[in-house]
């Protein structure tokens, strides 16, 4: 199967699940998680259709970011989908059109501050632990509805984010637990998505945009709520 046919793929897939819970696929936004591929696998998902790339190391997209770009009329949006150290935070804002992974207020706060410097306003998602691995990163959200001080940490964390100037918070994201039968990833999912209605009514705010799912349960995360699906594997193989 070439690239092209694995987005069709993914696409009709995509359009599968909408149909189950009568959405509309044109609200779902496609991420080719790129990460470990070389630019000329990305230009062949780019020629096929794809306008949105996923990478997760700022290294490799100094690199690569800048190569895709020059050969292709249409430049693609960028996210910036893996964990950002502090230290090379300050790459972020010239390479990525959206960050996923914004998991602190520490990061939140310096990626405000670069924004103020640069002029351009930046879109982020919120990086939700909303399954409670101690291995995930992401702000600590898996018991926030049972937990009240939890829950008082993170609303005045997420308070302050809102109000940082340079950011424009879009949404949540989250990553759920790996599993062989997808079924199992759907609690994290709808635990996400009472997140972000619970703190849209809480701050009224409009945070239209949930980023959860990837190859092996994104159809059960559309089902869910999602607006944004990060899929690598279904399109360009195994890294």
């Not at 096929?48 to 693609?76: C, F, M």
């Amino acid at each position: 199967m070439s690239i092209a046919d694995n987005i069709k793929r993914v696409q009709d897939t995509i359009a599968d699940a909408c149909a189950r819970v009568h959405r509309d696929p044109s609200e779902i936004t496609l991420v080719a998680v790129s990460k470990k591929k070389p630019a000329e696998m990305l230009l062949e998902a780019i020629n096929a259709g794809v306008q949105h790339l996923g990478e997760n190391r700022v290294e490799e997209s100094q690199e690569k970011i800048p190569l895709v770009n020059q050969q292709v009329d249409q430049q693609p949006v960028w996210h910036m989908i893996g964990h950002i150290q502090s230290r090379k935070a300050r790459h972020i804002p010239n390479l990525f059109q959206m960050v996923h992974s914004v998991d602190s207020l520490k990061l939140a706060q310096k990626l405000s501050r670069l924004t103020e410097d640069d002029g351009q306003p930046l879109d982020v998602l919120l990086e939700m632990n909303v399954s409670g691995e101690e291995a995930k990163h992401g702000f600590s959200a898996g018991s926030w509805q049972t937990d009240g001080a939890l829950k008082e940490i993170l609303w005045g964390e997420i308070e302050q984010i809102l109000q940082l100037p340079g950011l424009n918070v879009q949404g949540l994201m989250t990553m759920a637990p790996f599993y062989d039968d997808a079924e199992a990833t759907r609690p994290t999912f709808i635990a996400l998505t009472a997140l972000s209605n619970a703190l849209s009514t809480e701050f009224k705010v409009s945070l239209p945009h949930l980023s959860m799912g990837m190859t092996n349960d994104y159809p059960v995360a559309i089902e869910e709520g999602a607006t944004i699906v990060r899929v690598g594997r279904a399109i360009f193989g195994e890294r």
